[in-house]
């Protein structure tokens, strides 16, 4: 079946037909490679239409053979498959790029995606959303409880952000939000959508339970990613200096300037 031989057929498909279309051309040059140099290719992987359900990954080696004097060179290709490893190739980066407690992307996989962006020059924003009094929360209630309080606002991050957006889990109490294309207009609009969200439920709070809210800095992405998150952070120091459970936009007196690290001369004379 693999193999592509017909009923009764002795010979099957040519061997770089095997390889679904994207690839087809790929197999027929290594193929083309192992008879040149006479000797074995490396392994190459590729997908082959398999069975039923569907493409599955193998890895190929072509060895050339001498088929006699009257016959010239030909060639034996070994492939096994590889599905499995693939597949626990995919889990391991999932689970490495992840955040286990919210199903969030992580850290790791935030600013990696936020370099991309600005690398590319992607048009944008960042929003950082940072729990209030979390840490209280944690002392009153305890640990389980304060895992059971990210994983409501999770939810609710979800069910308040647009489709497009990037949820991402960068630290304890600290969420992000990619925004590709947006504003600062737009983003400071999702920003009060979270913002008023948290206030019904902390409206709705049963009475003992500690009511939170949550600051928010937001920034646009630019063309440098360290520059856009110390941005962020920045307006999120703004937002709780201002009494926490608000939006706020890094002002131009708090700018983080280009080269990483360093900081505008106004705010390096104000720390």
């Keep these: 079946e693999l193999c592509g031989a017909l009923p009764g057929a002795a010979i099957g498909l040519p061997l770089w037909e095997l390889a679904i279309p994207g690839q087809r051309e790929r197999l027929r040059r290594a193929f083309a490679a192992a008879l040149a140099q006479e000797q074995q290719s490396d392994w190459i992987e590729l997908a082959l239409p398999g069975a ?13 053979v001498m088929l006699g004097p009257d016959h ?30 919210t199903g969030f992307t992580n850290r790791t996989a935030f600013t990696a995606m936020l370099a991309h962006l600005a690398d590319h020059a992607v048009p944008g924003c960042i929003a950082l959303v940072d729990l209030d009094r979390f840490r209280a929360f944690n002392l009153r209630h305890g640990h389980a409880a304060g895992d059971r309080l990210l994983v409501s606002f999770a939810r609710l991050l979800r069910q308040v952000t647009q489709p497009q957006h990037i949820l991402s889990r960068v630290d304890g109490e600290t969420f992000a939000v990619i925004m590709p294309g947006a504003g600062l207009g737009e983003a400071h609009a999702s920003g009060a959508a979270i913002t008023a969200a948290l206030a019904e439920v902390a409206l709705g709070a049963q009475q003992g339970e500690l009511p939170f809210s949550a600051s928010i800095g937001i920034a646009q992405i630019g063309q440098d990613a360290d520059v856009a998150l110390r941005t962020a952070e920045l307006a999120v120091t703004e937002a709780k200096a201002l009494g926490r459970a608000r939006v706020s936009a890094c002002p131009p007196r708090l700018r983080v300037l280009p080269r990483r690290g360093q900081l505008a001369p106004e705010l390096a004379s104000l720390s």
Excluded: N, Y
């Design 72 to 101: 010239g060179l030909g060639a034996v290709c070994v492939a096994r498959s590889i599905e499995q490893r693939r597949r626990l190739e995919r889990e391991a980066f999932a689970a490495a790029m992840t955040d286990p407690l």
């Design 52 to 64: 039923a359900s569907g493409p599955e990954w193998f890895e190929l080696r072509i060895d050339p």
